[in-house]
């Protein structure tokens, strides 16, 4: 129950504070050895690749992941979109898109080993394992604003919310859940250091690995390792981000050209970036969230930024992007665990009200009305 309530008391006081989680982790960060900060904000990307309307002829024959489309309309422009699981206004139906985890230990030129399969630093378990008993693929009660979204995965509660008008009336069991999870041998990948270095950290060290060299890799191993279409791919590195020009990715989605999603996400440690929320699986759930509502990350939206992670405009439906930062925490088998935000469809379509849970806009509440125009 004491675990319950501290969720509970974090979702209800969101209203309040932007940032629940920051109370969490001030004691370590303030104790963490000094160290060079990392040259640039964090941030996430994505890569937009393959083809939605290929991948719903493909789900339809059971040869990808779930998926359903729809659109929205903003002043006369129609803005089509595809997601993974089925369409709440369907009814009650429950999605489940089985994971594989594939750990990702990253040897550096200078000696440097980072992996998620060793016990993580200032920890007594690995990053696998805190990511596999996570609420990302673990049950928890979820209560929003008084309101109860059901005991399940962080990802299908969001989800849940964002369509909580069609789901609270005629979709009661809806779900879209991550399951069966498996998790691969770790594999190795070697870094030449013209693709990669390593640095101080505040506890263990940090890697930096460019992301192109990486994503290549990662396209590779789901060939190799035969991951099925119909599984989501996600690769977990340990403390290790990726860089474009410019530090730091701390995680992206995409898809191969045959139209197979995988998701990137690393697990860090506290203390690396001053958001302190920035930590443990904020990053997986940041991916996750975009992996579900813009799968291929090609669906359209109104022009909206200068918020968040964001500088300038951007318009896809990446709902993590306008919140990152933004976590909760949660509290799940004796470890404190930082979820991000997520940011509802209605925020991205104009509606108001919001369709979501209590007419917000985040999981949070963060943002009081729809997205802004950016010109």
């Known amino acids: 129950m004491a675990r319950r309530n501290l969720l509970v008391f974090c979702l209800l006081m969101v209203q309040f504070t932007a940032f629940c989680g920051v109370m969490a982790g001030q004691d370590e960060a303030a104790a963490a050895p000094k160290f060079q900060p990392l040259p640039g ?12 309307e290929e991948a719903m002829t493909q789900a339809l024959a059971a040869s990808n992941v779930p998926l359903w489309s729809s659109s929205f309309k903003v002043g006369t422009t129609t803005f089509p979109f595809t997601m993974v699981g089925t369409n709440p206004a369907s009814g009650s139906l429950t999605s489940k898109v089985p994971v594989v985890i594939i750990p990702i230990k990253f040897k550096f030129s200078n000696g440097t080993i980072l992996s998620p399969a060793a016990v993580s630093c200032g920890d007594t378990k690995s990053a696998i394992f805190r990511v596999s008993n996570s609420p990302i693929f673990k049950n928890m009660a979820f209560l929003v604003g008084g309101t109860n979204l059901g005991t399940t995965q962080y990802i299908d509660a969001f989800q849940r919310a964002n ?10 069991n809806y779900h879209v859940l991550l399951g069966p999870i498996t998790t691969k041998a770790v594999q190795t990948i070697v870094v030449p250091a013209t693709a990669g270095t390593t640095q101080a950290g505040p506890c263990a060290k940090i890697g930096l690995v460019n992301v192109n060299f990486f994503d290549a890799r990662a396209q590779s191993l789901v060939s190799s390792l035969a991951i099925p279409p119909t599984s989501l791919a996600l690769f977990i590195p340990y403390n290790t981000f990726f860089t474009n020009g410019g530090c730091c990715i701390l995680g992206y989605h995409s898809a191969t050209l045959s139209n197979q999603t995988y998701s990137v996400a690393s697990f860090s440690d506290p203390g690396i970036f001053t958001s302190p929320g920035i930590r443990d699986i904020h990053a997986l759930s940041h991916e996750l969230g975009e992996w579900l509502d813009d799968p291929f990350g090609n669906n359209p939206t109104p022009a909206w930024g200068n918020v968040g992670q964001v500088t300038g405009c951007q318009n896809n439906l990446e709902d993590g992007d306008p919140v990152t930062g933004k976590a909760f925490i949660a509290t799940l088998n004796g470890f404190t665990y930082h979820p991000e935000d997520l940011v509802f469809l209605s925020w991205f379509a104009h509606q108001k009200p919001s369709t979501a849970v209590h007419g917000w806009y985040t999981f949070l509440n963060t943002f009081p009305t729809f997205a802004a125009a950016c010109p």
């Open 163 to 172: 369509f909580w008008n069609t789901v609270s009336v005629s979709a009661p």
């Open 41 to 52: 904000k964090p941030v996430f990307v994505v890569i937009p690749r393959g083809n939605a």
